[in-house]
C-alpha cells in the first residue's frame, strides 16, 4: 500500500489534488491510503509522517512554510518522496536541500499531476529492497538482490554468491533467470550476473570486482548491449 499525504492550508487546493491522485491511483490498481494536513505544524507534529511514501507539499504556508517543514521533516528522518506544490516557480530552487523530488504548479494541471505520480510511484519500486525467495522444507530464505552479485550453477545445484556470504539450493538455472529483475542477466549457461557489480567485459570474460565469470558467445551480444544500457543510466 502507498502512504500519500496532501500538506496544504487552503482546504479548496486540497481536495482537487486528492480527486484527481485518487483518479490515477484507482485506474492503476495501486492500493492508497491518502491523509490531509492543513499545516506544517499538523503534519510534523507526530510520528505518522515518517511513513508516507509520497507527499504533496504545500511552500507557502502560514508560519511553518513548505521548505521548513521539509527542513524538519529530514531531520526526524523521513525517507519519503517530497513534492512541492507552488503558485511561484522560483521557490522550487530551495527544494535541492531537502531532496525534493519534483514539483507542481497551481493552479493545477491534472496532467502533471499524473506524470509526477507516475514518476514517483516508479521512483518508489527502484527504492524498494527486493529479493529473492527459496523455500526450502524447513525453511524460506529471502536473498537481497542489492547484495547479489551473481547466481552460478553445477546440475542441480544454485549458489547466490553475496558480498559476503553465499547461498547453495537445489533448483535450476532457467527458473532462478526468469524470476529476476533486469539488472540480471545470463552470460553463460552457468551464470547470470547482477549488471550493477560488473566493471569490465572483456572478450570472453566478466570482470566482478574481485570475481571473472566466463561469457559464452550466443550471450555475449546481449551482454554487451545491456552493459553499455546500464552505463548511460
Known sequence: MVKIGICDDEPEMRKPLRQILEQVLQLQGVE???SESESGEELTAGISCLDIDILFLDIEMRSLDGIETAKLLRRKGMKGIIIFVTAYPDFV???YEVHAFHYILKPYRKEKIEEVLR???????LSKEQYFVIEQKARVIRIPLSQTIAFQSDRRKVEALLEED?????GRIDEVCRELPSCFIRIHNRYIVNLNYVTTLEKDRCILGSRSFPVS????QELETAFARAMLK
Open 32 to 34: 492508497y491510503l491518502i
Open 93 to 95: 530552487f530551495q527544494g
Open 119 to 125: 514518476q514517483a510511484l516508479h521512483e518508489l519500486d
Open 166 to 170: 553465499f547461498v547453495a539450493f537445489y
Open 217 to 220: 558467445r550466443a550471450f555475449r
